[in-house]
């Protein structure tokens, strides 16, 4: 059976607030579309990190489930939690490669966790993941760098720009904002 796939998420870090949003497509294979209303963000430890997967459905829930383990594991430490979980590939004590990546957030940092072991601190505060995560990265960049939007306003439209574009990426968003700490 064809591995179910195929979506983008985009997040942007602006004006004291991160913005993680994904579509809803569930695709199998190259041209089955199996579901359009799946939610691939949400909030985990006590509604304190976001994350946002792509990739192969059941890779990204293990990854998940990893970092959520080890979030538990370090008291909500982000930074600590990401670190630890691409220390497991590294140590050889994870034994393949996942083929999912996530974007994960607390109120102070924002980071890409790959399924071969890399954590990822996107510059300028802008990333995107996924099969369309080109156009929605392209996009986000240029509306960050061009208007005064607001951290969900930019990742919604970006978002929208890559539906039209990427077949495996719709319209039907979920966006979840947290507040940072502190103003940056």
């Not at 034994?95 to 996530?102: D, G, H, S, V």
Request: a negative charge; proline letters at 1%.
């Amino acid at each position: 059976m064809p591995e179910l796939h195929g979506t983008t998420i985009c997040a942007v870090k602006r004006d004291g607030k991160i913005a993680i949003g994904g579509d809803g497509q569930v695709t199998m294979g190259e041209s089955v579309i199996m579901k359009g209303n799946a939610v691939k963000v949400k909030r985990i430890y006590e509604d304190k990190v976001i994350i946002g997967f792509a990739g192969s459905v059941s890779d990204a829930f293990a990854l998940s489930e990893k970092l959520e383990s080890m979030l538990q594991k370090y008291s909500g430490n982000l930074m600590r939690s990401a670190v630890e979980v691409a220390e497991l590939w590294r140590d050889g004590k994870i034994m393949r490669k996942y083929e999912a990546m996530l974007i994960t957030a607390d109120k102070e940092n924002l980071f890409i966790v790959s399924g071969s072991g890399d954590v990822i601190e996107p510059e300028g505060g802008v990333c995107a993941i996924g099969s369309g995560g080109n156009y929605a990265l392209a996009a986000a960049r240029a509306l960050t760098e061009n208007t005064d939007c607001s951290a969900d306003e930019i990742v919604r439209k970006a978002l929208l720009i890559a539906s039209n574009l990427c077949v495996f990426t719709n319209n039907n968003l979920t966006i979840e904002i947290i507040e940072q700490s502190v103003a940056q």
